[in-house]
């Protein structure tokens, strides 16, 4: 089972680059979700998905654009990338956006670094 | 704005300490009070609990939630060199945005 799969793991952007963080799942879940681990901060929401084509911001949401054009796809932007988002991003899913589906699943963790 | 509050931020113990880590949180209409292990990579769930006073346990590990007083402990008796890892608290929001709210994790040491 493939479960969560985000792509590149590692990456060095320049300041000003643009990338994407890929993430998919083979689950069919509903709800995706990204977060951003940064020492000391805990696991941060940056934009969430209850289902194909709806999208809302968390509680970072600055810098970063998301779609979800499918349900196995949410992919995160970074327009203009900042050394402020150096992080370690998480891209996460759940069945459901009910109360009784909330084990989460995550990727494996893509670590950026820009420069 | 939802708030998750976790204490303490670092623990250093020895093999076969019994520890206790605490999470209180604020989030507008709470459903579920999660607990993950997070080592080097992605978290991995632990506990869900939505019920107070309801004990689940896992092996050498134990979690409540008292949703009188808003917060959640998990227990670990007999420590292991392998239970060295960043314990996260999350509360789930069913306030119509579904959101997650993170505390900035518990991170145990244990020393042999």
């Known amino acids: 089972n493939a479960g969560v799969t985000q792509t590149p793991k590692f990456q060095v952007l320049k300041t000003g680059q643009s990338m994407t963080l890929q993430c998919a799942q083979d689950m069919n879940h509903e709800y995706m979700s990204w977060y951003r681990q940064d020492p000391g901060m805990g696991l941060r929401l940056i934009h969430y998905?209850?289902?194909?084509?709806?999208?809302d911001q968390g509680e970072v949401p600055n810098g970063y654009n998301v779609s979800r054009s499918t349900t196995e796809d949410f992919p995160l932007r970074l327009l203009s990338a900042a050394p402020s988002q150096t992080s370690v991003y998480f891209c996460a899913s759940k069945i459901g956006t009910g109360a009784r589906e909330n084990t989460i699943y995550f990727g494996e963790g893509s670590w950026l670094t820009v420069v | 704005e939802d708030k998750v509050v976790q204490s303490p931020l670092s623990l250093v113990v020895h093999e076969g300490d019994t520890v206790t880590l605490n999470c209180s949180y604020e989030v507008t209409n709470f459903r579920s009070l999660l607990w993950y292990k997070q080592e080097k990579k992605a978290p991995t769930f632990l506990f869900m609990l939505?019920?107070?006073?309801i004990e689940k346990k896992s092996g050498r590990l134990s979690s409540i939630l008292d949703k009188k007083e808003l917060s959640s402990i998990l227990n670990i008796t007999a420590t292991q060199t392998g239970d060295s890892a960043i314990y996260l608290c999350?509360?789930?929001?069913?306030?119509?945005?579904?959101?997650?709210?993170f505390g900035k994790g518990t991170k145990l040491s244990v020393i042999p």
């Open positions: 939505t019920s107070s006073g």
């Open positions: 999350a509360a789930f929001s069913g306030a119509g945005s579904y959101q997650l709210t």
């Open positions: 998905s209850v289902g194909a084509g709806i999208t």
